[in-house]
């Protein structure tokens, strides 16, 4: 899969790409992640990228200009699956829209900032809007690395033992069980006895109560 963030702030994604699973599926050659600076697609002497709103309203734009040279640059090199603009406007993100993106071949995550992009650039390249949450962020950039982050990892061959991402939360659009590690005993708390029997039929057993006892207790609305 390849991914490439169009963005103010390309810097903001260094840190991301050396961490963790991403860092492993960028070595493991199951992504590739490329950073694309807005800026450099400004045409004047400033690098300026936004301007003031028509219509009165306070706040800064990223202008259509650049972000519609940058993109379609992109589109002239390859062809994408989904070009995604990060918005609270979009719809919100979920495990079933992850498992979608992951086993596409190439999309763009498009960042906006201040008071958001013009609206054009919307119009002329964008096939999806998605939003992390019913709240608003400074910048896109931090709901695209959380974008990267569930997405990446569903990619097959990225978690090593992979059957660990079919028992993630909300896989099954319900939450995971409470799981355990040594020692069984600590501070008078026993791990529950049936996950140390050795018994896989009764904790598959324990582990499908759980699940619906988690899900009912913390989040009712999914078994609706
Ligand atoms: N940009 C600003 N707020 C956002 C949100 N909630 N989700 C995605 N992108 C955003």
Redesign the pocket.
């Known amino acids: 899969m390849r991914i490439d963030i169009v963005t103010i702030f390309p810097k903001f994604f260094n840190s991301i790409k050396n961490h963790s699973i991403i860092k492993r599926s960028l070595l493991k050659k199951k992504v590739e992640i490329f950073t694309h600076d807005i800026r450099h697609f400004s045409k004047n002497k400033q690098k300026s990228v936004d301007d003031y709103q028509f219509g009165g309203d306070p706040g800064m734009v990223l202008q259509v200009q650049p972000i519609d040279d940058c993109i379609s640059q992109l589109k002239s090199e390859r062809d994408y699956c989904e070009i995604i603009?990060?918005?609270?406007c979009?719809e919100t993100?979920n495990q079933v829209e992850c498992n979608r993106l992951s086993v596409l071949k190439n999309i763009i995550l498009l960042?906006?900032n201040y008071k958001?992009i013009d609206q054009r650039a919307i119009d002329l390249h964008v096939t999806k809007e998605?939003?992390?949450?019913?709240?608003?962020?400074?910048?896109?950039e931090?709901?695209?690395s959380?974008v990267l982050d569930s997405v990446v990892r569903l990619i097959p061959g990225v978690i090593s033992n992979e059957s660990s991402a079919l028992f993630d939360s909300f896989q099954d659009n319900l939450l995971a069980p409470p799981i355990y590690s040594r020692p069984a005993l600590y501070k008078n708390l026993q791990v529950p006895n049936v996950l140390l029997s050795g018994d896989t039929k009764k904790i598959d057993k324990w582990k499908e109560e759980q699940i619906i006892k988690v899900t009912k207790n913390k989040r009712p609305d999914l078994l609706d």
């Open positions: 603009y990060l918005s609270p979009g993100l960042c906006g958001g998605i939003s992390i949450g019913d709240y608003v962020l400074t910048g896109g931090f709901a695209a959380i």
